[in-house]
């Protein structure tokens, strides 16, 4: 049998797969993972990891205008402490890498909007540059500088987390290195902004569902640990048995992206 498809009948096909609208809401902590605001330069293989200030900014003002409450590390580290519940609009807005473009662009939008962030900082690369990167893909950018972090946290408005000393992949390394990685890193943001680094996130998303490298996290004193997987995860958690997942945001996204990835934890396909 032949089946002939119309021109609305594909239209409808391909934005089902462009948004995944179809999909039933699903609940469970949000946190939003961004990395750099800002324009990418020319070339760039990265561009994903861009979201301009002016998305950024509507992004935000959605959240909101739609009544969502931002939280801080602090918030979280509260909540499970006290084993009470988190406001019913929650959201984390997370940031990986620690540049300075999270200092020159999107935190005056956080303090305008009156929302709350937090960064994962590499800590070897605070003032100095993103050397992680190959520079065939994207030219090397800067990093925040420890005065920009600090005023950042000084104001109320962002908290801070670790991404390890040099951004490595923790499954390519020996166990015992990778271990020094995630409690070195712990204990001198500690001792750089005077508060207790609660949470981690792991660079690439590697060694999140390792057991034997996720083991070394908590060992290594972090209450909370997130992957770059994506999707929701179920709230209270379950801190033994699986890390924080997360909703990625491309440079592409739009809000109503933003809005089925809230809702359903994902809003495309591919």
């Known amino acids: 049998m032949e089946i002939i498809l119309t021109v609305p009948t594909l239209l409808i096909l391909a934005l089902s797969a462009r948004w995944t609208w179809w999909r039933p ?30 998305k950024f900014r509507s992004q935000v003002k959605f959240l909101m205008d739609k009544g969502y409450k931002t939280l801080l590390f602090s918030d979280l580290l509260q909540a499970y402490r006290e084993n009470t519940p988190l406001p019913e609009k929650s959201v984390l807005i997370t940031f990986d890498d620690g540049y300075e473009n999270n200092y020159t662009h999107a935190w005056p939008i956080l ?8 960064i994962f900082v590499v800590f070897n690369t605070i003032g100095r540059a993103n050397l992680w990167h190959n520079p065939a893909s994207e030219p090397w950018i800067n990093m925040a500088t420890l005065s ?21 992949r923790l499954c390519a390394l020996t166990l015992e290195d990778a271990a020094c990685e995630m409690a070195e890193s712990k204990r001198q943001l500690e001792a750089a902004f005077n508060k207790e680094i ?27 640990d997130f992957s770059f997987r994506q999707g929701k995860t179920p709230w209270p958690w379950e801190r033994s048995l699986r890390p924080l997942d997360r909703l990625f945001i491309r440079g592409t996204d739009n809000n109503w992206d933003l809005r089925l990835q809230l809702g359903s934890g994902d809003s495309r396909l591919f």
């Open 148 to 168: 920009q972090l600090k005023e950042m946290q000084e104001s109320g408005v962002v908290e801070f987390g670790s991404h390890t000393m040099s951004h490595p």
């Open 25 to 54: 809401k699903t609940g469970g902590l949000k946190v939003l993972c961004y990395h750099k605001i800002g324009t990418p330069p020319p070339g760039s293989k990265l561009r994903d990891l861009w979201v301009s200030p002016k």
């Open 111 to 118: 303090r305008e909007l009156d929302a709350k962030g937090n």
């Open 198 to 224: 609660c949470a981690f996130a792991y660079p690439y998303g590697d060694g999140a569902y390792a057991p034997e490298v996720r083991a070394k996290a908590l060992a290594a004193g972090y209450t909370f």
